[in-house]
């Protein structure tokens, strides 16, 4: 029974040890790196650039909506605010993609059919990088799906969901610079409402 006690401790003692190294240490290109070794500031550094998770990200676009009766609804354009809530970047060979990213956004747009009222959009999103690994912060492609609503005096208001693509053009710690296109699925009005939806935004940190 003895034995068994000192074994046990011997055992969580290994296991805090082991923890205690890992926490202080990085695994950049193929190799730990400890905090006794002489360059671990450095590479440390340039780890976290490629590697973080970010939060609260504000930020501007610019939306352009062409439904399917553009004939008679006109173009839709106008500025859109979104908020990036959560996004996680990976640069590494771990499964999964290296880029995600939780947003939200509202638009006002504007018709050039001078009867047409303003069409308000809102909408939740969730997008993930093609790559795992892409090893660069910038030009990465990307896939994802936004649900919202449209709401529009004359039309009323539906539910829609949007399938997207896009391109992070920079994606870094304190900011994103975004491009992407979907197709508008609305719940009702669908033969009205269905369109092209385009936007390029930014997203910045306050601190």
Excluded at 117 to 131: A, I, K, P, T
Aim: hydrophobic share 40%.
């Amino acid at each position: 029974m003895k034995k068994s006690i000192i074994m046990l401790l011997v055992i969580l003692s290994c296991a805090a040890v082991g923890q205690e190294v890992r926490k202080d240490s990085v695994f950049y290109k193929e190799r730990f790196y400890y905090s006794t070794d002489p360059d671990y500031e450095q590479i440390k550094l340039q780890y976290d650039r490629l590697n973080f998770e970010a939060y609260f990200m504000p930020g501007l676009g610019y939306s352009l909506f062409v439904p399917k009766e553009a004939d008679s609804t006109g173009l839709f354009n106008g500025i859109a605010v979104n908020y990036l809530i959560y996004s996680k970047m990976y640069q590494n060979n771990e499964p999964g993609p290296s880029i995600v990213r939780f947003y939200t956004k509202l638009s006002i747009m504007k018709s050039d059919e001078k009867p047409i009222r303003d069409l308000f959009c809102y909408s939740v999103g969730l997008s993930f990088s093609f790559e795992k690994n892409p090893k660069r912060a910038y030009l990465v492609p990307f896939f994802g799906l936004e649900f919202g609503g449209l709401s529009q005096s004359q039309w009323g208001t539906t539910g829609q969901f949007t399938p997207t693509l896009g391109l992070h053009v920079v994606s870094k710690r304190n900011l994103f610079i975004n491009i992407q296109g979907g197709y508008v699925y609305p719940i009702t009005n669908f033969d009205i409402l269905q369109g092209l939806y385009l936007e390029a935004g930014i997203n910045f940190a306050l601190w």
